[in-house]
């Protein structure tokens, strides 16, 4: 087994894997940006360095830097989480090539399941159910035109080859449609993935998104562990997740099982991974698969019992999974809500802050995953997702209840999220039918309900007495963290932190700009709370706009970030346009009230 093992992640996931390493006795090292010194995967882990400035570019997914680190530290395996690095095969092929442990698949499976063709083609060959399209990219409209009318029909989905989880998705429910689907998704594909290639599929206008969890070890063994439903999705984003899937039964589960355990022999798949799929009328079609582990393992774990990001670090370092395919047994059922700092009542829009106050909720069946603390501050450059609520019981109905319950005990000061969402949405005879929820979402006048009471204004936050006597500080030499306690009269500022470094105590989190709070009552400037691509702008000069209403939308970290109108009134001016680079602070809009 390894001894020390570096986490390419930060937040929640980056908190989980610790854990794993911690209980199997394994070192950890921690990564960690300028704007994550204070984090908590920082605070838990053994040992911790700096990676570089506040982007993901100059730290999470730098990925020179990151091999460098496991030199320095020693770390003879890199865990990547999700996201960030966790499915770029040249990373997975540089760890192989430094002699590092990457902790999940072989780069060629990343490779295979990363062209979504390849995928479709590979999955073909080896008897899984695709949904019915081309194996093959489609070169022109032209071209779609005459395989549609031959093969598919209408209505179809055009899909972009490197997307996944949605991007470059485009529908065409008729034929008039088609053009605009397909140069949608190929601008899509070439922007998000430097890839305009697409193919065609049938598009199912009802289904539910089911997939499978997968384990898979060096010494030949595929496992399967049952699966989630993740339905309730919100723009591609999944907000809840369960298990078992209120639509499978025993002899589907075992149906698609196999179909997950076929897919995943088919690309010598190691460690844990997911096939996700598509699931209507009794009929189940694989969509793509997730080569890392996913937010949503934790519904899973709650029903096997097994450690899913423990299993996956035992197949990295080549030992056999500890358990059998007989041995799994599901019981009761889990749900998971993502508590994002997101505000439901304004089209989803990033709610970037600090967390004044923080109490989690506790109490039989009740997990929760969190990356923050009192005073972490939400920054808009990272994943809005903070934390997750897992709860488990008997049923379903007894998890919703207990959901429910959790939910409430959960406080988060300061910090707009979206329990309330939750809350709501669980109680509605959509969720307590099972049914997929999809109306609830698309439902305006349902999200525009669920607004937040106006804030009363904000005190001071500064100036409060300073009493303690012993203080730890945090110092970074060379770029690498440590804790140093500190005993004698409260820091008075200046001069006293080694190499100049103010004391973490005594440090303030900067505020992050907000875009709807940055400029005061009543200005009329709408600003960027973010760096990154303008990929969307849907308002034009001259246009009267309601009060959080969708302005534009910035791609950032290959997220969508909504920017919604901060007040009501006329567009005067548009400062941006699509494929803006945008800076953080820049004004994208004037938006004048009416007189
Ligand atoms: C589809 C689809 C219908 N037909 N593909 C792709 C990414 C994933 N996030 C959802 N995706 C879909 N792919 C075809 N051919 C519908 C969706 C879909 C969806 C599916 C199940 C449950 C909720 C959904 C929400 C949006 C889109």
Redesign the pocket.
């Known amino acids: 087994m390894f001894e020390k093992v570096l986490v390419a992640n930060r937040g929640e996931i980056a908190v989980r894997v610790i854990r794993a390493l911690r209980e199997m006795g394994i070192g950890s090292v921690a990564v960690y940006s300028e704007l994550d010194r204070e984090a908590l995967h920082v605070q838990r882990a053994d040992e911790a360095y700096l990676l570089g400035g506040p982007t993901a570019a100059e730290s999470y997914l730098n990925l020179e830097r990151i091999l460098k680190v496991c030199r320095e530290s020693g770390a003879e395996a890199v865990h990547p989480g999700y996201g960030f690095l966790a499915e770029n095969a040249p990373f997975a092929k540089a760890c192989e090539d430094a002699g590092i442990t990457f902790i999940g698949p072989p780069a060629s499976a990343i490779e295979a399941m990363g062209s979504k063709t390849r995928a479709r083609e590979l999955m073909q060959a080896a008897g899984v159910p695709i949904?019915p399209?081309t194996t093959d990219p489609v070169a022109t409209v032209d071209d779609a035109r005459s395989i549609i009318d031959s093969d598919i029909g209408y209505p179809v989905?055009v899909?972009a080859a490197g997307g996944g989880?949605?991007k470059g998705?485009r529908v065409a429910l008729e034929e008039s449609e088609l053009e605009a689907a397909f140069e949608g998704a190929a601008r899509e594909g070439e922007k998000f993935f430097f890839d305009a290639t697409v193919y065609l599929?049938?598009?199912?206008p009802d289904?539910?998104?089911v997939e499978v969890q997968v384990l898979a070890d060096r010494h030949g063994n595929v496992i399967h562990l049952g699966e989630r439903d993740?339905?309730v999705?919100r723009r591609?984003q999944k907000v809840i997740e369960e298990s078992p899937a209120p639509a499978v039964d025993d002899e589907m589960r075992e149906r698609i099982g196999q179909i997950g355990v076929e897919a995943a022999r088919a690309v010598d798949y190691v460690g844990a991974g997911t096939i996700?799929g598509?699931l209507q009328d009794g009929e189940y079609f694989f969509?793509e698969m997730n080569t890392r582990v996913q937010v949503e393992h934790c519904v899973t774990e709650m029903t096997t019992g097994i450690d899913i990001v423990r299993e996956g670090i035992r197949a990295a370092a080549g030992e056999e999974l500890s358990v059998a395919q007989d041995d799994v047994a599901l019981r009761g059922h889990a749900i998971e809500c993502r508590i994002n700092a997101e505000d439901a009542s304004k089209n989803f829009a990033p709610a970037p802050g600090q967390i004044t106050s923080y109490r989690e909720p506790a109490g039989p069946g009740v997990r929760v995953d969190s990356g923050v603390t009192a005073g972490s501050e939400i920054t808009p450059m990272y994943d809005p997702m903070v934390a997750k609520l897992i709860v488990w019981d008997a049923d379903r109905e007894q998890a919703t209840a207990r959901m429910l319950r959790a939910l409430d005990e959960y406080e988060i000061g300061g910090l707009k999220t979206l329990i309330p969402f939750h809350v709501a949405l669980l109680q509605t005879d959509q969720w307590g039918n099972g049914e997929?929820c999809?109306d609830l979402l698309e439902d305006k006048a349902w999200l525009k309900a669920l607004a937040f009471p106006k804030a009363e204004k904000p005190t001071a936050d500064d100036g409060e007495p300073e009493e303690t006597v012993e203080q730890t500080y945090t110092v970074e030499v060379s770029g690498r963290k440590f804790d140093v306690r500190v005993i004698g009269p409260p820091f008075a500022g200046g001069g006293a932190g080694a190499n100049g470094a103010a004391p973490s105590g005594a440090r303030k989190p900067q505020r992050a700009q907000r875009a709807n709070s940055g400029t005061g009552a009543g200005a009329d400037e709408l600003v960027s709370p973010l760096q990154g691509n303008m990929w969307k702008v849907l308002v034009e000069q001259g246009q009267t706009v309601e009060e959080g209403q969708l302005v534009c939308i910035i791609e950032a970290m290959k997220m969508e970030n909504e920017i919604t109108a901060h007040k009501a009134g006329v567009v005067e001016e548009l400062a941006v346009k699509e494929g803006d680079a945008v800076t953080s602070g820049a004004t994208i809009a004037v938006i004048k009230s009416p007189t």
Do not use: D, I, W
């Open positions: 949904v399209g989905a899909k989880g949605g998705f599929e049938r598009y199912l289904p539910r998104h993740c339905s999705q591609h996700e598509l969509l997929t999809r």
